[in-house]
């Protein structure tokens, strides 16, 4: 008997069909790679398991019982545990507090035993090998760290089933290869995995078998071994794929950003020169300084030395306006935690930027501001039914192209991009390469950080190799390939001097 058994599943929204008769089965002890696209349904589903959503119509059976109806505790007490891309943690408060939220142990006359639970919690983190205080403030951990705790948070109380979304997209390469570990003696004992991601490499790793989903609808099951990257891809975006590159070379003219010795948390000694229309990949390891470097250009971390000119001016002061001023934007890794404001709908959420420089004229055309909103839809070709649409109410690759617009609508000429395709499927990945491409036609000047070096082959003119807070190297287009880039982020090449574009 399986664990899991959803069958004609069907939702809609306002009338609107989400899914369409969808079907999944999952048995004790194996890892089920749930795929599709975003807005494909996944996450629907999944809500619908964990008591978030209701059903339409369909049948569900856990581990034997029939669900009629289920609520979210419900779905804890039978063990379905669900682990959200978006990381859902109580920043203000200490980790170990995270782990027993409404769960918390108690002694004699109802005081929290405060002992017992930071006891447990570093009893869990030593045999899951994680790094973390039980008693540090969830605000002062790495995403990498909150990624783990958040994951931990369901180990803890043993579920017979874990729905991860996106579980590694905060985390290194020691940090996967530590997690599957976790999952592969936890499949020993019979737990179930969910297992949602875009990754081929770590789906095809880790997962028994498959279910793709498309535009709400049921596509196919299968095992992983029976099938490859390229076929289940064309199962998902409905087209046969292709690995084709989308770079174009193109004629570079005056240098528009240049650092000298800059060093702030996390970097230090940076000197870089970017010439205006070109793209810049930043790589390394998690924590090697890429991401850092660009929070410095912006402003949104301590800078303690150096000089930044931009356009050939000055910025004297690390601060986030100075760098907007200076036309420079950045669209943070963290969608949920630095770029959504969830109570505003898509025009709020696009003009929040420029209303910010333009804050002494205290009146905003709604008119004019809707007229931009429809030039950048038309533009990133944005899927939304209007500009009073919720941001919430987007998949990830059309909330990405909304702050895309939030930014633009700022005039930047210097776009800083975070990790932009993080949680985002392959249809929706090709669509933001080919918007980095024909931004940087325009004259735009791009720096994208991310871990994931075939995105950089596909867009960048320009690779710069982070190691220690160091570019340790800058490489050509032609000289961008994983094994050279891991050799020089790993310091495999040996030291190297600071470099410029």
């Known amino acids: 008997m399986s664990l899991l058994s959803m069958e004609g599943i069907c939702k809609s929204f306002y009338g609107v069909p989400v899914l369409k008769n969808v079907n999944l089965?999952?048995?004790?002890?194996?890892?089920?790679?749930?795929?599709?696209?975003?807005?494909?349904?996944?996450?629907?589903?999944?809500?619908?398991?964990?008591?978030?959503?209701?059903?339409?119509?369909g049948r569900i059976v856990f581990d034997g019982k029939n669900l009629e109806s289920i609520t979210i505790r419900q779905s804890e007490e039978l063990g379905i545990a669900f682990v959200h891309q978006e990381l859902n943690l109580f920043n203000d408060l200490r980790v170990y507090e995270n782990i027993f939220l409404m769960k918390e142990y108690t002694k004699g006359l109802g005081y929290l035993d405060k002992k017992r639970m930071i006891t447990e919690?570093?009893?869990?983190?030593?045999?899951?090998?994680?790094?973390?205080?039980?008693?540090?403030?969830?605000?002062?951990?790495?995403?990498?760290?909150?990624?783990?705790?958040?994951?931990?948070?369901?180990?803890?109380?043993?579920?017979?089933?874990?729905?991860?979304?996106?579980?590694?997209?905060?985390?290194?390469?020691?940090e996967v290869a530590h997690l599957f570990g976790i999952i592969r003696n936890l499949k020993k004992n019979g737990t179930a995995f969910v297992f949602i991601s875009h990754k081929m490499p770590e789906i095809f790793e880790l997962s028994d078998r498959y279910t793709v989903f498309r535009n709400g609808e049921f596509v196919g099951t299968g095992l992983i071994r029976d099938t490859s990257p390229i076929e289940i891809t064309g199962m998902m975006v409905g087209e046969k794929y292709t690995e084709q590159s989308v770079y174009e070379k193109r004629e570079l003219t005056d240098t528009v950003l240049e650092l000298e010795n800059f060093t702030g948390e996390g970097f230090q000694n940076v000197s870089l020169s970017v010439k205006k229309?070109?793209?810049?990949?930043?790589?390394?390891l998690q924590?090697?300084?890429?991401?850092?470097?660009?929070?410095?250009?912006?402003?949104?971390?301590?800078?303690?030395?150096?000089?930044?000119?931009?356009?050939?001016?000055?910025?004297?002061?690390?601060?986030?306006h100075l760098a907007m001023k200076s036309k420079v934007a950045m669209l943070a890794a963290n969608r949920k935690e630095n770029s959504v404001i969830p109570d505003m709908d898509l025009l709020e959420n696009m003009y929040l930027s420029e209303h910010t420089l333009s804050a002494l004229k205290?009146?905003?055309?709604?008119?004019?501001?809707k007229e931009r909103f429809e030039k950048y839809r038309k533009m990133l070709s944005i899927k939304a039914n209007g500009s009073?649409?919720?941001?919430?109410?987007?998949?990830?690759?059309?909330?990405?192209?909304?702050?895309?617009?939030?930014?633009?609508?700022?005039?930047?000429?210097?776009?800083?991009?975070?990790?932009?395709?993080?949680?985002?499927?392959?249809?929706?990945?090709?669509?933001?390469?080919?918007?980095?491409?024909?931004?940087?036609?325009?004259?735009?000047?791009?720096?994208?950080?991310?871990?994931?070096?075939?995105?950089?082959?596909k867009v960048a003119d320009t690779c710069a190799v982070f190691y220690n807070g160091n570019i340790v190297k800058i490489l050509e287009h032609d000289e961008i390939d994983e094994v050279t880039v891991m050799l020089y982020s790993t310091n495999a090449a040996g030291d190297a001097a600071t470099v410029a574009v």
């Not at 609508?409 to 390469?433: C, H, M, R, S």
């Not at 491409?437 to 950080?449: D, P, S, V, Y």
């Open 121 to 174: 919690v570093k009893k869990l983190f030593d045999e899951l090998g994680a790094k973390i205080d039980p008693e540090e403030r969830v605000e002062n951990l790495k995403t990498s760290q909150k990624q783990l705790l958040e994951i931990s948070k369901a180990l803890f109380f043993q579920a017979k089933l874990l729905i991860l979304d996106e579980p590694t997209t905060s985390l290194n390469n020691d």
């Open 287 to 320: 924590g090697s300084g890429s991401s850092e470097l660009m929070q410095g250009i912006f402003g949104s971390i301590p800078v303690y030395g150096g000089q930044m000119k931009v356009m050939g001016r000055k910025v004297a002061n690390n601060r986030i």
């Open 362 to 369: 205290p009146v905003i055309s709604v008119k004019k501001e």
């Open 25 to 57: 089965t999952l048995e004790k002890g194996e890892v089920h790679a749930l795929l599709g696209e975003n807005g494909a349904g996944k996450s629907t589903l999944m809500n619908i398991l964990t008591g978030v959503l209701p059903k339409d119509q």
């Open 277 to 284: 229309g070109s793209i810049v990949g930043f790589t390394g």
């Open 388 to 457: 009073s649409d919720r941001i919430t109410s987007l998949s990830g690759g059309n909330q990405q192209k909304v702050f895309l617009a939030r930014w633009l609508n700022t005039d930047a000429e210097i776009l800083l991009l975070d990790n932009p395709t993080q949680g985002i499927d392959v249809g929706a990945k090709a669509e933001i390469y080919r918007l980095i491409l024909e931004l940087a036609k325009t004259g735009k000047t791009i720096l994208i950080n991310t871990l994931e070096i075939p995105e950089i082959q």
